[in-house]
């Protein structure tokens, strides 16, 4: 919750924003939450997703996928 917030863009995009984007792209979950599990390149400008140790720590695979199935009902 640092990085991003639910409807304005801060230091990563909001989790509108992310629904929005990637609702209707076929894999987008898998893609985001490999995203979550291992950091990532930018999508959204400069700034990449860090890895988990720079983010308190890794998240289980269970709630990787509940934390981007809600992202993506926003």
Do not use: N
Request: with cysteine; hydrophobic share 35%; proline share 9%.
């Amino acid at each position: 919750m640092f990085c991003h917030t639910m409807d304005a863009a801060f230091l990563a995009p909001s989790f509108r924003q992310i629904a929005e984007r990637y609702r209707k792209t076929p894999d987008a979950s898998a893609m985001l939450e490999q995203k979550l599990l291992i950091g990532g390149r930018a999508h959204w400008g400069d700034t990449p997703m860090p890895p988990p140790e720079q983010r308190g720590g890794p998240l289980s695979r269970d709630d990787t996928h509940t934390l981007v199935q809600w992202v993506l009902s926003q």
